[in-house]
């Protein structure tokens, strides 16, 4: 049987593997900051009433455009925003790796912030874009002093920002976005994949658009929304942007089905958005209760906890997963992360750590 490493594939690919976390069948999954409550059947019945009317035309090509979506995207994001600064596509990993073969390429450099998340090095390989990582601050924080540093540092062609950051769960500051907009003549990117579940939404990146054109913020509705299997990530940019995106973006590459449930979900925006507060209730509890039990949780605007002072990240990994419960161990040493998930499965996943750092 041939291998993957007798294919002529590029040097740059060879010895490297697919990215992925595990998908186990557990009773309890807490690992990859689904959420983990599911659609109201209210809301998945239109959902699907609007598939079945797709299927009618599903001969011809889905609107290209997206227009009726991107109107939908922008009434949903306020800002006075409107369609034209509005993109999307299946996942906020092909909006992200549509940035990069527009404004990346041979001969370009990206700079991220370690540790975040794990795809900004991967994309950025699949567009033969030079990646580089700055260090965080104490605790994995960043500051307008040290973005600016690592810029002046690298001169990078796109600069990742992840607020909150993944995996560690750690809010940006606005400051820390302006400092980076005005240290460089680059593209910025600000990922917020998780804005929803942030302490104050006021704070988001997309309230800096006006007037900077260079300015990306990336959005899915993987996660708030409840809407992970749908795939639909999207933009907020100057129009300009959009127009880049549309010279290296596939024809016709958000399908019918993906438009139209997406546009339901954002009609029912207000149910779905209404597991949000449980979400922080829960994790603001597991940053209370893993500090009691003598962890160190990193504080987070997310829908998941990282947390230190795990002795063996792969033993207690294990030994979780054997109860059903299943958690990521992100590399980071002594630490695992952990999702908020329904107020059962928060406490089923507390009750099984106590347990086990008890038994020690």
Not at 150 to 162: G, K, R, S, V
Not at 226 to 248: E, M, S, T
Not at 285 to 314: H, I, K, T
Request: one cysteine or more.
């Amino acid at each position: 049987m041939t291998e993957l490493s007798d294919l002529p594939i590029r040097d740059s690919l060879k010895g490297r593997t697919p990215y992925g976390a595990p998908q186990l069948h557990v009773p309890i999954a807490l690992n990859v900051n689904e959420n983990t409550h599911r659609i109201p059947e209210p809301v998945a019945l239109d959902v699907v009433s609007r598939l079945a009317a797709a299927v009618i035309n599903i001969n011809r090509y889905p609107d290209r455009e997206f227009s009726t979506l991107r109107e939908k995207l922008a009434n949903y994001l306020g800002f006075g925003l409107n369609a034209n600064q509005l993109w999307a596509a299946n996942g906020s990993n092909e909006v992200i790796q549509q940035i990069f073969q527009a404004f990346g390429g041979p001969g370009r450099k990206a700079l991220g912030f370690h540790p975040t998340y794990s795809m900004y090095s991967l994309i950025a390989l699949g567009a033969e874009t030079d990646y580089v990582e700055s260090d965080r601050a104490d605790r994995y924080e960043l500051t307008p002093e040290l973005i600016r540093a690592a810029i002046a540092e690298h001169q990078p062609d796109i600069i990742m920002l992840c607020s909150p950051n993944n995996p560690t769960g750690t809010p940006l500051s606005l400051s820390c976005i302006e400092a980076a907009y005005e240290a460089t003549s680059g593209i910025v990117v600000v990922d917020e994949a998780y804005a929803e579940f942030s302490h104050g939404q006021e704070q988001s990146a997309i309230s800096l658009l006006p007037n900077r054109p260079r300015l990306l913020v990336s959005r899915t509705m993987s996660k708030a929304f409840a809407f992970a299997g749908a795939r639909l990530g999207y933009l907020a940019a100057d129009p300009a942007v959009i127009d880049a995106l549309r010279l290296v973006r596939l024809p016709y590459h958000l399908s019918a089905f993906t438009q139209a449930a997406a546009e339901a979900a954002l009609d029912h925006s207000k149910e779905l958005l209404a597991t949000v507060a449980d979400i922080q209730v829960q994790r603001d509890r597991l940053l209370v209760e893993l500090a009691e039990l003598g962890y160190d949780p990193y504080r987070s605007d997310s829908n998941f906890v990282l947390f230190a002072g795990v002795e063996d990240p792969n033993a207690m990994f294990e030994a979780l997963l054997a109860r059903g419960i299943l958690v990521r161990n992100v590399g980071i040493p002594n630490t695992l992360r952990v999702t908020a998930g329904t107020p059962s499965e928060t406490t089923a996943f507390l009750e099984a750590l106590a347990d086990l750092t008890h038994r020690g």
